[in-house]
């Protein structure tokens, strides 16, 4: 939670500065290029950081599978939740009231077919590219724990230097204030939709996997927090579940970056927005930027709250610890 307020504040405190610089904002088109520069070169680090992890490569047998499956229902059940509340609230595809259409919106989520499909590969590629060079050459270069410590750190730099870059975009554009004042009951709806969409996953889950409906719901309510759910469902004495719940909570948010643009373009903004879980409020955050609208920022940054707090409060409370 202290990286997330350091995150925010320098966002603020980017979207402030850029306020005052408005009338000069045809000077900072090079922004863009900037965002999707460390787009990429934060993912390629996340799949150094995932190929040098013993925790993550020893598991890709049977709880691989596991994990895999849980993933795939969390991010249909969260998809379907994001419809849901979309539906209630009357948003188009765009995140926007029913009717309406953005200018641009459809060059912005991939255009005739290609963009979100392109955009989506390259990441994909880029989370092996990192994964394969994190399991084969890392350790021949340097102890795991010396990396994590070096990677971690450049990871906080990153996040800071592109979320500063998304809050300074913002406040070139100047419409946030508008668009949450415009979002209305749909930013609680989606988020709360979303939750439970990944619980009812949960519960499919436990229905057809060895798991127990109470080892289900906990898996289920990581919504990507690979530091806190495993720990706790571990440490209640739920070994394989904890395991489940590690590689799980990794995959969500790595599918998560991987799918955004796709689901964008193909699907909704909503909907993509509910894929990476607690990321959605950090780590995805210039992903939405690029590839959706201002509009659908003010729903990703709910949910990912909604579920960080969620997962903090049920994990402990369905696990029993």
């Given at each position: 939670m202290t990286l997330l307020a350091l995150y925010w504040s320098i966002m603020i405190v980017c979207y402030l500065i850029a306020?005052?610089?408005?009338?000069?904002?045809?000077?900072?088109?090079?922004?863009?290029?900037?965002?999707?520069?460390?787009?990429?070169?934060?993912?390629?680090?996340?799949?150094?950081?995932?190929?040098?992890?013993?925790?993550v490569t020893s598991s890709l047998g049977s709880i691989g599978v596991q994990a895999l499956f849980i993933t795939f229902l969390t991010a249909v059940g969260s998809m379907l939740?994001?419809?849901?509340?979309?539906?209630?609230?009357?948003?188009?595809?765009?995140?926007?009231?029913?009717?309406?259409e953005e200018e641009g919106a459809?060059?912005?989520s991939g255009g005739v077919n290609t963009s979100g499909i392109k955009s989506s590969v390259i990441i994909c590629l880029m989370v092996i590219c990192g994964m394969l060079l994190g399991y084969f050459v890392l350790p021949q270069l340097m102890p795991p724990e010396r990396f994590e410590e070096i990677s971690g750190n450049l990871l906080v730099?990153?996040?800071?230097?592109?979320?500063?870059?998304?809050?300074?975009?913002?406040?070139?554009?100047?419409?946030?204030?508008?668009v949450l004042r415009g979002a209305g009951l749909g930013v609680v709806l989606v988020p709360v939709f979303s939750v439970l969409g990944s619980l009812l996953a949960g519960v499919v889950y436990a229905f057809l996997t060895p798991m127990t409906m109470r080892e289900g719901l906990a898996i289920s309510a990581g919504f990507g927090w690979y530091t806190m759910a495993p720990s706790?469902?571990?440490?209640?004495?739920?070994?394989?579940a904890?395991?489940?719940?590690?590689?799980?909570?990794?995959?969500?948010?790595t599918m998560g970056l991987i799918f955004l643009p796709l689901i964008a373009s193909k699907i909704g903004y909503?909907?993509?927005?509910?894929?990476?879980?607690?990321?959605?409020?950090?780590?995805?955050?210039?992903?939405?930027?690029k590839y959706c609208n201002p509009e659908t920022m003010a729903y990703s940054f709910c949910t990912g709250m909604l579920m960080c707090l969620s997962c903090a409060a049920l994990v402990p409370l369905i696990i029993g610890a």
């Open positions: 306020g005052k610089l408005r009338c000069h904002k045809d000077r900072f088109h090079f922004l863009d290029k900037l965002t999707s520069f460390f787009i990429y070169l934060l993912i390629f680090l996340m799949g150094l950081r995932m190929g040098a992890d013993k925790e939740g994001g419809t849901a509340a979309r539906k209630i609230v009357h948003l188009n595809r765009h995140a926007l009231p029913a009717g309406t459809v060059e912005r730099i990153g996040l800071c230097i592109m979320l500063g870059s998304v809050g300074f975009s913002m406040g070139l554009d100047g419409s946030i204030v508008r706790v469902i571990s440490g209640a004495g739920h070994a394989v904890g395991a489940v719940s590690f590689l799980h909570n990794v995959l969500r948010e909503i909907e993509a927005i509910t894929i990476p879980g607690t990321a959605s409020t950090d780590l995805c955050l210039p992903l939405v930027e």
